[in-house]
């Protein structure tokens, strides 16, 4: 009981949030948006993330795998980053099958200066039909309805709003029997140093 009451909490603190960042988005349109950059460590990120959902996670006996070699550290915005990601994982769960694996994997361009975070899991799958719905406000899909009936709809659309704020994108790939949301943003890699410590104390 307690399990569910917590998972519970999660859903409604996180369609708040998709809310609240609805509004700021569409306010934005007309004023521009700013970007919050500071130097954090992705691996602790996302052990803060998986953390968060972890009673989520429980409810549906689903492993949420990290897989993040990134010891340097990297400059962005990191509550828009969680903000994303914690959407991807949080959806993943959902529809993911009692007793599966949600995959994370976390790879750093060094050329490009781009971080690429992807969210797998082994779900229904999403045609491409309604692959074209998914960034959309209120595109809530009639398959997966069942799976999410109290959805806002408006998960993926900020997603993709806040990764376009950080010049980058994301996107969907589907098969039958598993689905990859992929979200690639500008980033600096920073490797860690007396100067960088100082600057982030």
Do not use: W
Request: hydrophobic fraction near 40%; glycine fraction near 4%.
């Amino acid at each position: 009981m307690l399990k569910a009451i917590m998972s519970g909490v999660k859903f409604i603190q996180l369609n708040v949030s998709n809310i609240m960042s609805f509004s700021r988005v569409q306010s934005d349109t007309t004023k521009g948006s700013t970007l919050n950059e500071d130097y954090f460590g992705l691996s602790d990120a996302l052990d803060t993330i998986v953390s968060f959902l972890q009673e989520t996670a429980n409810a549906k006996q689903v492993f949420i795998e990290i897989a993040c070699d990134l010891i340097a550290m990297i400059k962005a915005d990191k509550s828009k980053i969680l903000q994303v990601v914690i959407n991807l994982i949080s959806n993943a769960v959902k529809f993911a099958p009692k007793r599966s694996v949600v995959r994370v994997d976390a790879i750093y361009d060094e050329v490009f200066e781009e971080l690429t975070i992807r969210v797998t899991d082994n779900g229904p799958g999403i045609s491409e039909e309604d692959q074209a719905k998914l960034f959309k406000p209120f595109g809530v899909i009639k398959k997966t309805m069942s799976l999410n009936p109290n959805g806002t709809g408006l998960g993926l659309f900020i997603c993709k709003k806040l990764c376009e704020e950080m010049d980058g994108s994301i996107k969907c790939k589907s098969t039958r029997h598993e689905t990859t949301f992929s979200l690639t943003i500008k980033a600096q890699m920073i490797k860690p140093n007396l100067d960088t410590m100082q600057n982030i104390e």
